[in-house]
Structure formats: C-alpha cells, structure tokens
C-alpha cells in the first residue's frame, strides 16, 4: 500500500527557512509527479508547487515563485520543498501528494488530480 509521509515543520521566523521532505513507499517513485499542497486554517487547501515524474518540470504558485523550491530525489523516494524568505503568511499545514497516473504532467491548480496525501507537517512563521 501507498505511504506518504512528510516531514521538516516547525516554527521560524519571518525571513527564515525551512526544508520540508516528503517519503513516499509503496509505488514506483519515479514514474509519478508529486505535489506541495497547503492549508492555513479557515482557508481551503491550496496548491504549491509540484513536479513532474523525472524533474524536468515544476511548477509555483504565484504566492511562492521566487522563495520554494520543489526538487525531488528518485533514488531516495523522497519530494523536498525548500522554503526561503518565509513569510507569516506561508503558515499552514503542508501536505505532500503524489498522483497514481504514470507519466502524467503535474497540476497546481486541482487537489484532485492527486490520489494518495501525507498527514502533514506544520508550518508557523511568526512574524
């Protein structure tokens, strides 16, 4: 069975960094693009940043473009976002995903292109 499981949370402050991982088992890594979704709370879930199958191709929200950085390591099975210039605003939950369509281009803007989720990581940026 299919295990995401995210890590690299806590608390920083504004400017900060931080580096999140997300392990996947359970499925061939390399064949499927992988997601950073967010959620702060009384909001909806928001898409991040994601990447396709081999890392050729990433995408970001306009909120991030320029501060994260989505990589991903297919000998490891393992998707990072590495997180610059933090914000009090980037507070969230962060949820890691992963989609069950080989090679099939990545999206942002659709929680429900993603099959599997990680329980998610915190993330608290004070200000």
């Known amino acids: 069975q299919v295990q995401v499981v995210e890590s690299g949370g806590g608390l920083v402050q504004a400017g900060g960094s931080l580096r999140l991982s997300c392990k996947a088992s359970g499925l061939t890594f390399d064949r499927y693009s992988m997601g950073w979704f967010r959620q702060a709370p009384g909001k909806e879930r928001e898409g991040v940043s994601c990447?396709?199958?081999?890392?050729?191709?990433?995408y970001y929200a306009d909120s991030v473009k320029g501060r994260f950085t989505i990589s991903r390591d297919n000998v490891k099975n393992t998707l990072y976002l590495q997180m610059n210039s933090l914000k009090p605003e980037d507070t969230a939950m962060y949820y890691c995903a992963t989609d069950s369509r080989p090679y099939h281009y990545c999206s942002v803007t659709g929680s429900s292109e993603y099959t599997y989720w990680g329980q998610g990581t915190q993330v608290t940026v004070s200000s």
């Open positions: 990447i396709i199958w081999n890392g050729g191709i990433t």
